[in-house]
C-alpha cells in the first residue's frame, strides 16, 4: 500500500490509499491499520511543516538569529517515523541552534505531542519493556525501549518543575461539596542506592452532604529523609482547595502515627482516626477478652465486638466507655498468658491516644468520611502499582518523573489540562 495525496489547499490535504481486503478479517483489520499509519505519516509530514519559516531571519529577545538553511530530521508521531526539512537558525557568533517548527509544533524531544502523550500515558502505567510490546501489537508503532524511557522521563521531569506554577482547575461538582478529607500515608519502594525506603502519598478528597466522594486529588513524592519535599508539595496543594472552599470543613484522616497527626492539625479542622484502624484494635482485645474455643465463645466474641463497634461509630462518647470497660476487664482479670496481657494493654494505650480523634457518631451525624481508605489505595494505585513491579529497582529522578505522570493521570481533569498547557506553552529543551 501507498498512501498519496490526491488534493491539498492551505487549510486542507487529501489523502488517497488503497486497502487490499482479501484474507481473513483479522489479515483486513492489519492491513487496515498499516494503510491508517501511511495517511497519518503523511498529513503529520504536511503539517509539521506548516510549523516552519520561509527561511528569512528571525529575533528572539535581543538575538537575531539567521537561518543555516533547510535540514532534515526525522520525528516520531503516532504512525511511524516521519522525515522533514526545517530550517535551522544560529546568531552569526554561532553557539546554539534553534529551530522554529520543533518550538511552535511543541515538540517533545523529537517527537509530535501526541505521541509523546500517548508514550508517557503507557511508561506511568509499565515498564518500558510493556510499552514497547503495547505499541508494536496495538498500533503496529516499534520503537526502542530507551526512547520510551527518555520520553516518559522529560515528560515527567516537567511535570515536576510545572507543579508549583501550574494551578489546576478543579472540576464543576454537580453537587455541593460539603465536607473535604486531607490524608498521608507512606509505603516502602526499592531505590538502586539506598534500598527500600518510604515514599509518600496524600489525598485530598472532597465529598457531598451525603457523604458521597466526588472527587480526589493524588499526591506522591519518592523516599526522603525528613519528607520537607513533600510536605511542602501537598501543603501547596492543600492551600490551592482552601482557596476555592474556604468555608467547608477539613477533616485529618489517618492511621494513627503520631507525625501524621503534627502535620494535619495544622491544616484542618478535625483529626479523625482511620474508623477500620481503631477496629483492628478493639478485635484484637475481643480476642483476650473473650478466649476459648468453641461456637459459644465465638458467638460470644462477635456479638460483643459488633456491639462495640456500632457504638463507638454511632454513640456518643463510646470511646470513654470502651476504655472503661477494658481497664475493669485488666483489673479484675487475672491475665496468665503474657502475650494477651500485652494485647490488652497495647489496645488500651492505643485508644487512649487516640480517644480525642475517635468522636465517629459526630461525623457520621454529618456524613463526614471516617476511613482513611482513599489514601491507604492511593499508596497502592499511586506508588505499588508501578514502582513496585517484580525486579523494578529505582533511582530517584526516574521515579519522581512516573510519579508526577501517575498523579496527573489518576486525578480527574490534569491529565487532559497538563498537555492543553505544554499545547500553549510547550516543553522547553532545555529540560531535554
Request: proline share 3%; glycine share 8%.
Amino acid at each position: 500500500m501507498t498512501a498519496q495525496v490526491t488534493r491539498q489547499s492551505k487549510d486542507s490535504i487529501t489523502i488517497e490509499v488503497t486497502v487490499p481486503l482479501g484474507g481473513s478479517m483479522l489479515e483486513a483489520e492489519e492491513a487496515i491499520q498499516d494503510g491508517l499509519n501511511e495517511v497519518g505519516l503523511l498529513a503529520t509530514g504536511e503539517k509539521l511543516k506548516w510549523f516552519d519559516t520561509d527561511g528569512s531571519p528571525i529575533q528572539l529577545g535581543s538575538v537575531r538569529m539567521t537561518s543555516k538553511g533547510q535540514f532534515s530530521q526525522d520525528y516520531e508521531t503516532p504512525y511511524g517515523i516521519v522525515a522533514v526539512p526545517r530550517h535551522v537558525y544560529q546568531t552569526s557568533e554561532g553557539g546554539k541552534t534553534f529551530c522554529p517548527l520543533e518550538e511552535n509544533a511543541r515538540m517533545v524531544l523529537n517527537a509530535t505531542p501526541r505521541f509523546a502523550k500517548v508514550v508517557s500515558y503507557k511508561y506511568a502505567e509499565a515498564g518500558a519493556d510493556a510499552v514497547v510490546d503495547d505499541l508494536r501489537e496495538c498500533h503496529h508503532r516499534k520503537i526502542s525501549k530507551r526512547y520510551v524511557k527518555s520520553l516518559g522521563d522529560i515528560v515527567g521531569t516537567y511535570a515536576v518543575a510545572k507543579e508549583e506554577t501550574w494551578n489546576y482547575a478543579l472540576p464543576e461538582f454537580e453537587r455541593p461539596c460539603a465536607s473535604i478529607a486531607i490524608g498521608v500515608d507512606g509505603t516502602c519502594m526499592l531505590l538502586q542506592e539506598d534500598g527500600w525506603r518510604l515514599a509518600m502519598t496524600g489525598t485530598i478528597a472532597f465529598y457531598d452532604a451525603q457523604g458521597e466522594r466526588l472527587h480526589t486529588i493524588y499526591t506522591g513524592a519518592t523516599p526522603e529523609y525528613g519528607k520537607e519535599k513533600f510536605h511542602t508539595k501537598f501543603c501547596r496543594e492543600v492551600e490551592r482547595v482552601k482557596e476555592a472552599y474556604p468555608n467547608v470543613p477539613y477533616i485529618g484522616l489517618g492511621d494513627g502515627a503520631a507525625d501524621n497527626w503534627s502535620y494535619l492539625k495544622p491544616m484542618t479542622d478535625q483529626q479523625t482516626l482511620d474508623f477500620y484502624h481503631a477496629s483492628e484494635y478493639v478485635g484484637k482485645a475481643a480476642v483476650v477478652m473473650f478466649k476459648g474455643k468453641g461456637a459459644k465463645k465465638k458467638e460470644e466474641r462477635e456479638a460483643w465486638l459488633g456491639d462495640q463497634l456500632h457504638q463507638l461509630k454511632h454513640k456518643r462518647g463510646a470511646a470513654s466507655r470502651l476504655l472503661s470497660l477494658l481497664d475493669d476487664f485488666v483489673s479484675t482479670t487475672l491475665l496468665k498468658n503474657a502475650e494477651d496481657a500485652k494485647t490488652i494493654m497495647a489496645t488500651i494505650t492505643y485508644l487512649q491516644n487516640q480517644k480525642g480523634r475517635m468522636n465517629y457518631a459526630y461525623s457520621v451525624e454529618r456524613n463526614w468520611p471516617i476511613g482513611s481508605g482513599v489514601t491507604e489505595a492511593a499508596c497502592k494505585t499511586l506508588i505499588k502499582h508501578r514502582l513496585c513491579k517484580s525486579g523494578s529497582r529505582w533511582k530517584d529522578e526516574g521515579a519522581l518523573a512516573v510519579l508526577s505522570i501517575r498523579g496527573l493521570r489518576l486525578t480527574p481533569g490534569r491529565w487532559e489540562e497538563f498537555w492543553r498547557n505544554i499545547d500553549q506553552y510547550g516543553c522547553p529543551k532545555l529540560l531535554a
